[in-house]
């Protein structure tokens, strides 16, 4: 009867990536130039909705206090 071969174990040491993970402001992508909130309405749920100076739809978030693009 002939043996087979083991299957090779997990690593005993286990290598940790020491690089940070991006959070929370630092993810986020700032456009060069602010926009600025035209009109606003609020739709049946109760979100702030507003039409921005560069054409696009912003939901207020109440939490952060800041607009955010909607959809």
């Known amino acids: 009867m002939q ?3 083991k299957k090779p174990g997990r690593p005993k040491k286990v290598v940790f990536d020491d690089t940070p993970a ?3 402001e630092d993810a986020r992508v700032e456009d ?3 926009f600025t909130v035209l ?3 609020s739709d049946k749920n109760g979100n702030v909705l507003g039409l921005g100076n ?3 739809i912003y939901r207020y978030n109440t939490i952060q206090q800041e607009w955010d693009l909607y959809g």
């Open 54 to 56: 560069d054409g696009k």
């Open 22 to 24: 991006t959070k929370g």
């Open 39 to 41: 009109s606003i309405a």
């Open 3 to 5: 043996k087979l071969p």
């Open 32 to 34: 060069a130039t602010p």
